[in-house]
């Protein structure tokens, strides 16, 4: 079982909803921690509701004394309040894996989810207890600019280091944010880069795939499997769900994590076949 502190999305495609979606397609039952409500859509995010702190630590404690998880995954948490409570509770259970999706910003309208407030919370409260933290390369840098310095402009290896000297044990930066002709995904742990996957861009963007790319991290961990593999094995199940991805209105397209049930008329030799692999993991919320 993974539980999951994130908002709500009434499109489907982001946050709690592509979080249960994922990690119930890949065998993992999910539980649910409400921490913020949202009006948005495939195009963005128009308002939030904070979740009080109170209720968002009563949600986590009242299902963790009843039920054994395997992985803790957060992502939107919608105020400081909420990012302390969560610390809390995450603190009293150091031997369960931790991802942290620090979402900052809405994907498709590039909506402000996160004050820099909230933002030196995280990096305080959060990050050094992660196992793994999931920033798209915008979310990295932010998470590592010395504000101090507002000339700096960190490269993407040294905010990997930044991050890992908060205390996290790996942090996996993906890169579709960056002006290159393919996606490269970078995993770091304090040895330095344990590896990195090359995937070829997809045309258009998608509404809820780092949720996705995030909760299937935190699945492959559930399931048994170490970091490195497990990373490796999330990116090939997030290219599929894009590469069946469909949309649902006129913004961004929604990832299929049920692709598997019905995709019938794909190559099955498509999932073995590195060079078939390399497709676009575009970062949302």
Partial sequence: MVLVFAATDPSGGAGLHADILTLSSMG?????????????DTFGVEDMLSIDAEWVADQARCVLEDAQVSVFKAGLLGSIEAIAAIAEVVSDYPQVPFVLDPVL????????????????????LLIPQATVVTPNSHEARHLALDHDDETELPGLDECAAR?????TEYVLVTGTHENTAQVTNSLYSSSGLV????????????????????????ATI?????????????QEYTWQTLKSGYRTGMGQ??????????????DDGDSNDKDSNDQDLNETA
């Fill in 222 to 234: 559930a399931n048994g499997q170490d970091v490195p593999e497990a990373v490796r094995d999330a």
């Fill in 28 to 40: 993992c039952h999910p539980l649910s921690v409400v921490t913020a409500l949202t009006v948005q």
């Fill in 195 to 218: 590896r990195a996957d090359s995937w070829q861009r997809l045309p258009g963007s998608f509404h809820g795939s780092g949720c996705t790319l995030a909760s299937a991290v935190a």
């Fill in 105 to 124: 910003a809405s994907g498709g309208g590039g909506d402000e989810l996160a004050s820099d407030e909230m933002v030196a919370a995280m990096c305080e």
């Fill in 253 to 266: 397209s929604i990832p299929d994590r049920l692709f598997w049930a019905h995709d019938e008329n794909s």
């Fill in 163 to 167: 991050l890992l000297d908060m205390g």
